[in-house]
């Protein structure tokens, strides 16, 4: 009897099939969790970013620029990891 909680391309797959479809989702975990890592640092940053962007001169803003590389960090990976587990969760 087929399982109708799963999606309809996931209900005849053959067992590499399911293997790979794990790592997939494995890997997407993976970057989310990497992109919440990434959130806590960013919002550390945040403290000091607005100090950063009124006293320093000129172009010299590294908290600034540490803290849109975590942006983008944050965008980048949590993105394709919410595209890699794309699908039923997992129960183990």
């Not at 799963?6 to 970057?31: F, I, M």
């Not at 806590?40 to 590389?69: E, N």
Request: glycine share 8%.
């Amino acid at each position: 009897m087929a399982n109708f909680l799963l999606p309809l391309e996931e209900r005849n797959l053959t067992p590499d099939q399911v293997e790979a479809l794990d790592k997939r989702r494995d890997l997407g975990h993976t970057l989310l969790v990497i992109a919440g890592q990434f959130a806590v640092i960013a919002t550390i940053l945040l403290l000091w970013v607005g100090q950063d962007l009124a006293y320093s001169p000129g172009w010299a803003h590294p908290m600034a620029y540490y803290f849109a590389v975590a942006v983008g960090i944050i965008l980048v990976c949590g993105t394709t990891g919410i595209v890699l587990r794309s699908g039923t969760p997992r129960i183990d």
